[in-house]
C-alpha cells in the first residue's frame, strides 16, 4: 500500500506560494525531497526496499523526470533517471544475496516492515518443526504469562514494544487446537482488528517450547509484492518506452533501456506461478503463508492494474503477443468490477478495493485458505484515490494502444475525480465517502486525465497550490511533474 500518510512539515511556511505547474517548483521539490522526509531509508537512492523507500519513493522520482523530461525535452532528467535506475537493478535481491521468507534470493525486491507480518516459532524438540507459531503485522513482541503445564493454557499479550500497553491481551487461551478458547481460533476471530494476527498450532497442549513466562520477540519477514515490485518495474519500462521509440535516444541510451527491459521481464515472470485466468479474466493471487495481508486469497485491483500497466508498456516496447493478452485479461477484471454512479450531479465510474467476484470482497468461509486463515470476512470498501490513481494510469495506457478501455471510460473516470473534489478538496474513497483532505497531495497525478476533461487539470491545479504540499512523499514529485506535463 502507498504510505502517503505523512505529517505535515514544518519547513518553508513562510515562503510565498510556489507554482506546482512550472519545472522551477519540480526543481525544488527534488532538491528538497531526501531532507524533507523524517525517514533516512526512505531515498531515492535507497539499496532497501523498506517503508516502500523503492517502489513509492525512488519509482515515483524517476517517473517524474520522466515526465518533465517528455515536456522539457533536457537530458538531465534522463540521467538523472539512471542514477535512479542503476541503484534499482543493484538493490535486487538476488544481486544483494536478500532472501525473502522461504530462503529464495531472485530478481525482485524484498519487503519487510510494515508491510509484512512478524513471525515467532517455538519449538520442544518432541516433534520436527514448531509446536506453535504466532504472527503479527503489526506487534514485535509477545508477553506470555501464567503458562499451565497441565492443561497447556496461557495468557499472552501483543505488544509493539515491551514498554508500551498491549495491543491486545488475551487470558487463559490454549494450545490445544480443538477447543473454543485456542488461541488459533481467538485470533481469527479479530478478523481485520488490531494486531492482525494468527497462530499455527502443531503439537497440541505443548507449553514446554516456552522456556518461562516473559517477552519475546517476533522476527521480521521479508516477501516480494508484487505490487511494489511492478512500480519499480514500471519505472525502468518507461524510461525504456522513451529511450526504445527514439533511434537518437536509443543511440545514446540503448544499453540502459535494454538491462531495464530485462530486469523487468524477469522480475514480473516471478508471480507467473500467482496468476489466474477465468472466462478470459485474469487476476493475481497472494501465494498461501505468504507473511502479508491477503495471503491466500485475491490480490487488490490496485496490485493487478499496475501489472496491467507493465504489461501495456512492454507490448509497447516488444510487441510480444504474450504481453498483449496478459494485460487484456487483467484490463477485462477491472473493467467487469466498474459500477456507474451519480456523484454531484455527474455520472461517475466508481470501483471497489478488491475484485466484487472474489474471496476478499464476498467473504470466505470454506476449506482452508492457507495455514494461518480458514477464511476471510467480506470487505467490499471503495478504493481510495491515491491507490485509483494506478488503475487510472493503466486505463489511460489501454486507451492509447486501443485495448478495452474506452474514451467514454476515462470521462466517467474523470468525472469521479470531479466529484471527489466537489469540496475544494479530495474525498478519501473515489464514491466521496470517508473524509476529505488526506489525499490531496496526490491530486496532480490525476491530472492524466486533463486530455479528456480540462476540468480535472484545472481542480487538480487548484487543490495542489491550495495545499502547498511539502516532498514528504515521492507521490508529491510526480503530482508536481503531471501538472507542469498537461499545463496548457
Known amino acids: 500500500m502507498q504510505d502517503n500518510d505523512q505529517p ?20 525544488y521539490l527534488d532538491a528538497m525531497f531526501p531532507s524533507f522526509h523524517p525517514s533516512g531509508m526512505y531515498r531515492s537512492n535507497a539499496l532497501e526496499e523498506h517503508r516502500g523507500s523503492l517502489s513509492w519513493g525512488a519509482s515515483l522520482v524517476g517517473r517524474s523526470y520522466l515526465r518533465i523530461y517528455e515536456k522539457t525535452g533536457d537530458h538531465k532528467y534522463l540521467r538523472g533517471f539512471i542514477g535512479i535506475g542503476e541503484q534499482l537493478l543493484l538493490a535486487r535481491d538476488e544481486v544483494r544475496g536478500a532472501v525473502d521468507y522461504l530462503g529464495r534470493s531472485g530478481p525482485v525486491w524484498r519487503s519487510g516492515r ?23 503485522k503489526q506487534a514485535e513482541h509477545v508477553r506470555v504469562e501464567n503458562i499451565q503445564q497441565e492443561g497447556g493454557t496461557l495468557d499472552i499479550s501483543f505488544l509493539s514494544s515491551p514498554q508500551e500497553p498491549a495491543l491486545v491481551s488475551f487470558e487463559n487461551v490454549s494450545v490445544w487446537a480443538g477447543t473454543d478458547n485456542n488461541l488459533n481460533k481467538i485470533l481469527t476471530e479479530q478478523h481485520w482488528k488490531s494486531p492482525q494476527a494468527a497462530a499455527v498450532i502443531s503439537h497440541d497442549g505443548c507449553v514446554k517450547s516456552l522456556s518461562g513466562p516473559g517477552v519475546y520477540s517476533l522476527v521480521e519477514q521479508y516477501y516480494a509484492p508484487a505490487i511494489h515490485v511492478s512500480q519499480i518495474c514500471l519505472a525502468m519500462l518507461e524510461f525504456s518506452k522513451i529511450v526504445s521509440g527514439d533511434p537518437e535516444l536509443y543511440a545514446v541510451y540503448g544499453r540502459y533501456s535494454d538491462s531495464y527491459v530485462e530486469a523487468a521481464i ?38 493487478n492494474m499496475s501489472m496491467a500497466l507493465c504489461f501495456l508498456i512492454l507490448h509497447r516496447i516488444t510487441r510480444r503477443e504474450a504481453y498483449t493478452l496478459r494485460a487484456t485479461e487483467l484490463l477485462r477484471t477491472f473493467m467487469m468490477g466498474l459500477s456507474s454512479r451519480n456523484l454531484d450531479g455527474r455520472q461517475c465510474l466508481v470501483w471497489s478495493y478488491f475484485i466484487p467476484t472474489l ?57 469521479t475525480f470531479l466529484s471527489a473534489a466537489a469540496t475544494g478538496t479530495l474525498s478519501s474513497y473515489i464514491d466521496g465517502t470517508a473524509g476529505y483532505g488526506k489525499y490531496d497531495a496526490v491530486a496532480g497525478r490525476w491530472s492524466i486525465l486533463g486530455p479528456w476533461d480540462s476540468r480535472v487539470y484545472e481542480t487538480a491545479m487548484k487543490i495542489t497550490q491550495a495545499n502547498q504540499p511539502p516532498p514528504l512523499h515521492a507521490s508529491v514529485l510526480l503530482s508536481c511533474a503531471n501538472l507542469v506535463t498537461y499545463a496548457s
Open 114 to 136: 510494515p508491510y509484512t507480518t512478524n513471525l515467532i516459532s517455538f519449538r520442544c524438540g518432541a516433534i520436527e518443526g514448531p509446536c506453535l507459531e504466532i504472527r503479527s
Open 8 to 27: 505535515q512539515h514544518p519547513i518553508d511556511r513562510d515562503h510565498p506560494q510556489r507554482q506546482y505547474n512550472t519545472t522551477e517548483c519540480f526543481n
Open 359 to 415: 474471496h476478499n470482497y464476498r467473504g470466505h468461509s470454506g476449506g482452508n485458505l492457507s495455514r494461518w486463515r480458514s477464511w476471510r470476512k467480506g470487505n467490499p470498501r471503495m478504493e481510495d484515490m491515491s491507490h485509483a490513481v494506478l488503475a487510472v494510469e493503466a486505463a489511460v495506457e489501454a486507451h492509447r494502444l486501443g485495448i478495452e478501455v474506452t474514451a467514454r471510460d476515462l470521462q466517467g473516470m474523470a468525472n
Open 266 to 303: 524477469a522480475a514480473l515472470e516471478v508471480y507467473d506461478s500467482d496468476y489466474r485466468v477465468e472466462d478470459g479474466n485474469g487476476y493475481y493471487i497472494i501465494p498461501a503463508d505468504a507473511p502479508t495481508d491477503f495471503e491466500g486469497t485475491d490480490a487488490p485491483q490496485n496490485h
